[in-house]
């Protein structure tokens, strides 16, 4: 695989993964890991993370 491909593929997978804990803190939506549930806190860490390393990933091509 091509670099260029990686990186696009990457952003795309963190940029949805951002996408959907944003809709998770909009909607409030529970989500349960085994019994444990996850902290609405868990997706603001999340939802930057995704979105640094997408924007990081689509920068880089």
């Known amino acids: 695989m091509k ?5 696009q593929a990457a952003g795309v997978i963190f940029s ?5 804990h944003l809709l998770r803190l909009i909607f409030q939506w529970p989500a349960e890991i085994a019994g ?3 902290p609405m806190w868990f997706s603001v860490v ?3 993370f995704g ?10 091509k």
């Open 16 to 20: 949805l993964i951002a996408v959907l």
């Open 3 to 7: 670099q260029k491909t990686f990186l």
């Open 46 to 48: 999340a939802l930057l």
């Open 51 to 60: 979105g640094y390393l997408g924007i990081t990933a689509f920068r880089m």
């Open 36 to 38: 444990w549930t996850v």
